[in-house]
Each structure stands twice: as C-alpha cells, then as structure tokens.
C-alpha cells in the first residue's frame, strides 16, 4: 500500500497522526515553532485531534488512511514523531516511520531511542532534537530536493530490503532454526 506515486508536490513539511497525545512537545518543537519562523515554508497536518502548539501550520480536512500515500508523496518533507512511549523503549518500531519509508519519503524524526537499529540517521532520515535542528534540516532539504529525494530512496531500498513481512517471516525462520523453506523443483 505504501510506494511512491507520482503526483505533484503540494506541502513543504507533511506530519500524519491521530492527535498530539505522548508527544504534544515533540509537535510544538518539529511543527508549532518552525512554522513560525519559516514563514515561506508551508506546513501541514493530517489527522485529528492537535490540542497543542501546531503554530502556523495548516490543518488539512480528515482523510482516511488508505489516502495517505498519495499525500506522502504530495509533500517535500515528511515528519515522524514517535509518541513517548515508542520514542523511548529500544527500538520500538511503530508503523509510520517504516510506511514513510516505503513511500520514499525525505523524513525529519524527532529523537527516537534505537532508531539506528531499523534506519541510518544521517543517510536515510534525519533526527532533529530540537526547534533549531528542525529549521535547519527543513532549510537543507527544501533549498535541495535532490538531497531530499536521495535521502527517500535510500530510506524505501532499506525497508525493501530488511522490512518487509518477508524478511520478518526469514529472520524468524532463522531464529527458530528452520532455515527457508524449499522451493518446487522443475520436474
């Protein structure tokens, strides 16, 4: 469900979530006051329920899930922030980060402890640990797309490669001891 399609860009910066409980700073640090001070910079949000800081960021009427590729690929910057108890718990993978990949999205993510067990900071997302990082890596990436579209394919190979259900399904096989399963021979 998750893959890049081609539409026209339509957002600068692009955050998904059902509400800002668990990390309502995190949307005021990476969304609220960034949005301020970028002022040609258009942020804005899916989902529902922001009852903090959302700044100048605006909010896009509620669409479905199954809509959501298309508004990743839709937008330059894509935005994870993980709620605090995922941020916080090693290498806890929730779903968005690894859809964002799939969808070839440039990401920005808040601090996230064990991130660098799934993708490589730096290479295929970026972290910002703070307004000031954030301004900055939106600047970087905006006033570059070619950065920011290299940053999302290296993000999608690495999901292609290492999280898919199939490789789940082969490092389980390992841990179990059963190797892979056969495949039919042409007779």
């Given at each position: 469900?998750?893959?890049?399609?081609?539409?026209?860009k339509e957002h600068d910066?692009?955050?998904?979530?059902?509400?800002?409980?668990?990390?309502?700073?995190?949307?005021?640090?990476?969304?609220?006051?960034?949005?301020?001070?970028?002022?040609?910079?258009?942020?804005?949000?899916?989902?529902?329920?922001?009852?903090?800081?959302?700044?100048?960021?605006?909010?896009?009427?509620?669409?479905?899930?199954?809509?959501?590729?298309?508004?990743?690929?839709?937008?330059?910057?894509?935005?994870?922030?993980?709620?605090?108890?995922?941020?916080?718990?090693?290498?806890?993978?929730?779903?968005?980060?690894?859809?964002?990949?799939?969808?070839?999205?440039?990401?920005?993510?808040?601090?996230?402890?064990?991130?660098?067990?799934?993708?490589?900071?730096?290479?295929?997302?970026?972290?910002?640990?703070?307004?000031?990082?954030?301004?900055?890596?939106?600047?970087?990436?905006?006033?570059?797309?070619?950065?920011?579209?290299?940053?999302?394919?290296?993000?999608?190979?690495?999901?292609?490669?290492?999280?898919?259900?199939?490789?789940?399904?082969?490092?389980?096989?390992?841990?179990?001891?059963?190797?892979?399963?056969?495949?039919?021979?042409?007779?």
């Amino acid at each position: 469900m998750f893959a890049p399609l081609p539409v026209e860009k339509e957002h600068d910066v692009f955050f998904y979530a059902y509400g800002d409980k668990f990390r309502r700073e995190w949307v005021g640090e990476l969304i609220g006051k960034p949005s301020r001070q970028l002022t040609d910079v258009d942020f804005a949000l899916g989902g529902t329920d922001f009852r903090g800081d959302v700044g100048d960021a605006r909010e896009l009427k509620y669409f479905p899930i199954n809509q959501l590729p298309r508004v990743i690929s839709a937008s330059r910057i894509n935005v994870n922030i993980a709620r605090r108890p995922h941020s916080e718990v090693y290498a806890s993978s929730t779903a968005r980060l690894f859809e964002l990949a799939a969808s070839g999205a440039a990401i920005v993510s808040n601090p996230y402890n064990g991130v660098d067990r799934w993708f490589e900071p730096g290479r295929e997302l970026l972290i910002a640990s703070d307004t000031g990082e954030a301004v900055e890596a939106y600047r970087a990436l905006l006033d570059d797309p070619g950065a920011a579209a290299e940053l999302g394919r290296r993000a999608r190979e690495r999901v292609l490669e290492e999280h898919t259900y199939a490789a789940r399904a082969r490092q389980l096989l390992d841990l179990v001891g059963v190797g892979a399963p056969a495949t039919a021979s042409a007779a």
